[in-house]
């Protein structure tokens, strides 16, 4: 226990050292300071027992109900006991003289000795295992969680582990919920891209335009972070959530951009010229879309309440991510289509001249 609650101290030290953060607390709390009273054998001698000197202690200093009156419609009690200045020090306890059955009275220091103390209020286990937690709140939303855990398990939480290897510790709080909904959210996460693929795959029949689609997905990122600096948002795994739903809504102008494209290629247009028709052709109502949805999220990304800021980060990765994502879509989807439709034409270029010559 001395080595768990001195690196309950560290931990404290370092968490009320940071300006970031407040209200540090830890679940290691005394109780009400005690005095226990044990006889001496003289007391023993004289005829006394544990239950007869404890309840003169009891009536001297909690009260002794002498008499019940009654007035009116109320009942008043009557107690007795010590005056309050004879009750507020060990030495007056000390020097109450207690009567024997035999009219002598001795002071209660020559029956019996004091030993201050304080016990604990409350015991915590976790596992089987002794545990105290320090907590802390951060002092303002703009403080990044992660990083102060980070620098945490860096110096102080690295310090504990060389100097106590018999105390383990976890991270809990927030950064117990996101490691939670990060593992949670892995598996969907990945089944959800493969059916991505999969429908790409199936609607177009096409291998390159897929990649085209999904090539531009990541570039939507540097939309959500400028957001999170313009906002003094750090970016959280609320902003990856809205990362998510902002790929759904990019896969769809993609789509919209591509069936048009596919449909100038039927009519007999070359390659650039079917991109550039189809962008010009698909600007409006992509661009309405972005502009539309942006402005749906606004009154949350202007909201200033503590309750707004938890869904803050999604609204903003989805805002900016898609304004950004719009000139990707408009512009560097057309690129990297044409970039793939003249590979593909090299590669079969090359097949060919082997076939003729090899």
């Known amino acids: 226990m001395d080595d768990l609650r001195t690196a309950k101290n560290m931990v404290r030290q370092f968490l009320n050292k940071r300006p970031d953060l407040k209200d540090v607390t830890d679940t290691d709390k005394l109780g009400t300071p ?36 009654q007035r009116n419609d109320e009942e008043v009690k009557v107690w007795l006991r010590y005056a309050e200045a004879d009750r507020r020090s060990l030495d007056k306890l000390k020097t109450t003289r207690l009567p024997l059955p035999d009219g002598r009275s001795y002071p209660l220091e020559a029956l019996a000795t004091f030993r201050p103390v304080q016990n604990l209020a409350l015991i915590n286990h976790q596992n089987g295992l002794r545990e105290i937690r320090v907590e802390a709140d951060i002092a303002n939303l703009l403080v990044s969680v992660p990083e102060v855990l980070a620098e945490a398990e860096a110096t102080v939480l690295k310090e504990v582990q060389t100097r106590f290897p018999n105390i383990k510790y976890s991270l809990e709080g927030e950064a117990r919920l996101s490691s939670k909904t990060q593992s949670s959210s892995q598996k969907p996460g990945i089944l959800v891209l493969i059916a991505i693929i999969g429908i790409l795959l199936l609607s177009y029949r096409s291998l390159s335009k897929a990649a085209a689609i999904l090539y531009i997905l990541p570039f939507a990122f540097v939309g959500v972070a400028w957001g999170s600096y313009l906002h003094n948002i750090p970016v959280s795994i609320f902003s990856v959530i809205g990362m998510i739903a902002l790929w759904g809504i990019l896969i769809n102008n993609g789509l919209v951009l591509i069936s048009t494209y596919n449909d100038k290629i039927k009519e007999g247009l070359e390659v650039a010229e079917a991109l550039q028709v189809s962008a ?35 609204a903003i990765a989805i805002a900016y991510g898609l304004i950004f994502g719009t000139v990707l879509t408009l512009l560097l989807l057309p690129s990297v289509m044409l970039l793939l439709a003249n590979l593909k034409y090299w590669l079969i270029r090359i097949y060919k001249k082997r076939r003729m010559y090899g």
Do not use: D
Not at 41 to 64: C, D, H, M, T
Not at 284 to 304: D, E, H, Q, Y
């Open 34 to 69: 005690e005095i226990v009273v044990n006889l001496l054998p003289k007391a023993r001698n004289l005829g006394l027992s544990e239950a007869q000197v404890f309840e003169q202690i009891r009536k001297g200093y909690f009260g002794l109900e002498a008499q019940s009156l």
């Open 280 to 314: 010009l052709m698909r600007f409006r109502p992509i661009v309405l879309t972005s502009i539309t949805t942006v402005f749906g999220l606004a009154p949350l990304l202007l909201n200033n309440s503590i309750s707004a800021q938890f869904l803050k980060p999604t």
